[in-house]
């Protein structure tokens, strides 16, 4: 007997280290007889399942209101249905069911040291994505989570701390399944928030993009010379391909950025050669070497796109890429930190939102 005990104590501290990926806890003490006849009076009556890949668990969040592990009561599991319920729906779900073995989930945050300035500043993102390398990060937790589990049996509310070798080993395998299982709620948000921008694609009108003849259109290399020929504006300028109009970007809804310069002559344009008129705009101050932002003003595309031909095509208007320097922020940059402004913003607003319950309450007192 003593060696069979042994060997459930080891199963149990092996399938707790799976569970944490890291050293697994100290045993639980030893629960009383009458606990322990219990389970097995409850396991005879509803034998608990052990949840696969294929089952869909519920152990984030009550079924019946917005109890979740971390509230002050936990969170109960079933071991039959897998579904989670807080302190006051678990009976309910009981008389309801017959479900009478439960895996209480505790969790309690502990605040995390602050990371130093240089591992934030190398956090920062520089693309537009959710999650990912360069992305904005989802998954940077501010804290710790001590996790505890028990294993609960209904009506009773008799309780087993895990892990206990002790259990029979089909409960040590539901229950190390129910709390190794990811919450299926909790897997649709991951694929919801892993989000990249789509790189940009080659435009279909690049290949055979109609060039007017230059005249006194060349364009000069030195930034302090580009203007806006409808407005006058001296940055966000962009240069349209096919004839050599230099135009400011869009306006957008709160007054910033252009004057809509490029896009109204790129209108005009579709009039005078339809039928698609001259779609291609380069962003003067973001050429390089290593290409530049062009965007499609064609409804069929409009967006960002990439001109294999840019350096012939800038070359037409007496650019040479290769001569050229970035002087303005390209749009992944504009992009980025507008995002991190309106997450700073976001920021703000919810805690002046929590200041405000805060002082309500503290009226109510």
Known sequence: MAAVAEAKLSLAMFSADMITGGAAPTPAPAADNSSLDLVRAAMREKPPKVASAYDAVYNDECMLSFDTPLSADGLYVSL???????????????????????????????????????????????????????????????????????????????????????????????????????????????????????PAKPSKYAADLVQLPVGDAKISPDPSTWVCAESGMRENLWLNLSDGHIGSGRRQYDGSGGTNGALDHYTI?????PPHGFPLVVKLGTITPHGADVYSYAPDEDDLVVDPKLAEHLAHWGIDVMKMEKTEKSMAEVNVEAQASAQFCAILRNSAQICAIL??????F
Request: proline share 5%.
């Open 359 to 364: 002082r309500n309450s503290a009226q109510l």
């Open 80 to 198: 039959t249905s897998f579904q989670g319920f807080g302190a006051e729906h678990v009976a309910l779900d009981h008389e309801k069911t017959g479900n009478r073995l439960y895996v209480h989930f505790k969790h309690t945050r502990v605040a995390k040291e602050a990371p130093p300035a240089a591992a934030a500043d190398a956090a920062a993102p520089t693309k537009m994505a959710i999650g990912g390398e360069g992305g904005f990060a989802v998954d940077v937790e501010k804290w710790e989570i001590v996790k505890e589990h028990a294993l609960v049996v209904m009506p009773q509310k008799a309780s087993v701390a895990l892990p206990n070798p002790e259990l029979p080993e089909i409960v040590i395998q539901a229950a190390n399944a129910l709390i190794a299982k990811s919450s299926c709620l909790g897997e649709e948000q991951q694929k919801t928030m892993a989000w990249e921008e789509e």
């Open 269 to 273: 344009t579709r009039t005078t050669h």
